[in-house]
């Protein structure tokens, strides 16, 4: 017997994230460095704060995407890619933050935190994930910008 895939709820857990961020990016409009570094912290906070349903996105995110949650999950993510790609835009035009693409100041940001999750969901971290959000934030800005094209 097949497991039932939780559609609505990992798509909702998405939106919930989603949300966050984008009211992260409206708090922080003018200080990106603080932008990047409270983005850190929600996505340490968030994992910590329900694990169930981190470990619940992890596993069914990519199966909604290909399956039955594709259309509304496009919708919300395209919604949220553009939020955030026009909060790049500001804080590069502004000067306060340095040129990269958006695809590496997500792989900046993103990667260690989910993988530092990943392994504090798995039982390999013993403490919370949130005890590092100061010095995570910290270097995904510094690595921002290292990465950052000269002017």
Not at 5 to 12: A, S, T
Not at 109 to 126: C, N
Request: one cysteine or more; aromatic letters at 8%.
């Amino acid at each position: 017997m097949s497991e039932e895939l939780p559609v609505d709820e990992v798509i909702e857990a998405l939106e919930d994230y989603q949300q966050r961020t984008i009211s992260i990016y409206q708090q922080h409009a003018d200080d990106p460095e603080q932008c990047i570094k409270a983005l850190v912290r929600l996505h340490l906070y968030w994992t910590e704060e329900d694990p169930d349903r981190a470990r619940m996105v992890s596993r069914y995110r990519g199966e909604v995407m290909a399956g039955p949650g594709r259309e509304r999950l496009s919708t919300s993510n395209a919604a949220y890619f553009q939020q955030s790609k026009e909060w790049m835009e500001a804080a590069r035009s502004s000067g306060e933050m340095p040129s990269v693409s958006f695809n590496v100041l997500h792989a900046l940001v993103f990667a260690p935190t989910q993988e530092l999750a990943k392994h504090w969901l798995g039982g390999r971290l013993k403490k919370n994930p949130t005890e590092y959000a100061e010095r995570m934030g910290a270097a995904a800005w510094a690595g921002i910008l290292a990465a950052g094209e000269e002017k």
